[in-house]
């Protein structure tokens, strides 16, 4: 209860800055929009049904290319942690996919697909693909060696071993993984839609932007932020911290 009433006051405290900012006057209503037209900009989207639509066909695209993230990001990691001489050649360079930004994916894209709704979800694996793949790989090494010692001494090893000990051990670090990659996901959908031709939050963010419309492009990115900390709050830190009670690495 305290810590809601502390981010409810938090929250207050903001939007009385934004609209004492608004009030003196310094940006004009057409760049700096109060609280009031951008709370009238969300109204107006989710009645109109627009924001709705929009939020549906991005959702779409997340899953389809978040599932594909987690698919090939685990394919990837299992291989690097499993084979040293993959992990000594390509795992520097899965360092280097991951640390570049999402946005620089979309011209690649566009030349691929065009613009299209498969563009969108192209950036959105290749965004998920290599933080996930850091994270297994980073689960198989991270498996005790103990165990892995114990299993073999009673006569488990090859595919058993892997899948009797190596994955149960692994299961924190790839619920990481996982949360990691949908964070990193929303953010590249964010950044295919945004020059994409096809539906979505970012799509309709360009076009406020198109027509001047501020008090939607705001409202629109309020809603992309409350996205992503109300599903990375409820749903992934949720299961990641039930995991980790499970497997014992935090206090109940």
Do not use: C
Not at 222 to 244: C, M, P, T
């Amino acid at each position: 209860m305290k810590l809601a009433l502390k981010r409810i006051g938090f929250l207050v405290v903001v939007l009385g800055i934004w609209q004492l900012v608004y009030s003196v006057g310094i940006f004009e209503d057409i760049v700096f929009p109060s609280p009031i037209k951008v709370g009238e900009a969300l109204y107006e989207g989710f009645a109109d049904g627009d924001f709705i639509h929009a939020l549906g066909a991005s959702f779409r695209h997340l899953f389809m290319g978040l599932s594909l993230a987690i698919l090939f990001g685990t394919i990837i990691g299992v291989l690097l942690g499993k084979s040293k001489q993959a992990d000594e050649t390509a795992g520097m360079y899965l360092i280097a996919l991951q640390s570049i930004p999402s946005i620089v994916w979309v011209p690649l894209a566009i030349m691929l697909f065009g613009f299209s709704e498969f563009a969108v979800v192209f950036v959105v694996v290749l965004g998920g693909t290599f933080v996930m793949a850091l994270n297994v790989r980073t689960a198989i090494h991270s498996v005790p060696p103990q165990l892995v010692r114990a299993a073999r001494t009673m006569g488990t090893k090859g595919i058993p071993l892997f899948f009797r000990v190596e994955i149960p051990s692994s299961v924190p670090y790839f619920m990481t993984g996982i949360r990691l990659a949908w964070a990193f996901s929303w953010r590249a959908l964010m950044a295919g839609e945004l020059l994409s031709n096809g539906p979505g939050l970012g799509y309709s963010l360009r076009y406020a932007q198109d027509y001047a419309r501020m008090d939607q492009v705001v409202a629109i990115i309020i809603i992309i932020g409350v996205i992503g900390a109300v599903v990375d709050q409820v749903v992934f830190s949720k299961l990641e911290k039930n995991v980790r009670k499970r497997w014992g690495l935090m206090k109940s």
